[in-house]
């Protein structure tokens, strides 16, 4: 996804990640491409952004798994939910 956005002019890399790390945007690009049909895409999309996104705001992060569960990817729901489980029990709960 990252390399088609640059490929296509679209986004440089810089921007891409940018958009990745922020939860509500990466939300917004997977709603929109599962609406296009680009099941590659946000599949690839959604892969990083479970990985990679943001977890210091629980509204976005929660839009992110909205977006992620409408797009079919669970896998990266339980990914980003266990991801921001962890980030949210202070260490000496842990």
Same mark, same amino acid.
């Given at each position: 996804m990252?390399?088609?956005l640059s490929r296509l002019g679209i986004l /440089? /890399?810089?921007e891409t990640e940018w958009i990745v790390r922020h939860a509500t945007l990466a939300a917004n690009l997977v709603d929109a491409l599962r609406k296009a049909g680009a099941t590659q895409l946000v599949g690839e999309l959604a892969d990083r952004a479970a990985s990679e996104?943001?977890?210091d705001d629980g509204f976005d992060v929660a839009m992110l798994m909205v977006a992620l569960r409408e797009a079919? @990817?669970?896998e990266q729901v339980g990914a980003l939910a266990r991801s921001? @489980?962890?980030r949210t029990v202070p260490e000496h709960h842990r």
């Open positions: 990252i390399r088609l /440089d /890399d810089q996104a943001a977890l079919g @990817a669970t921001s @489980a962890v």
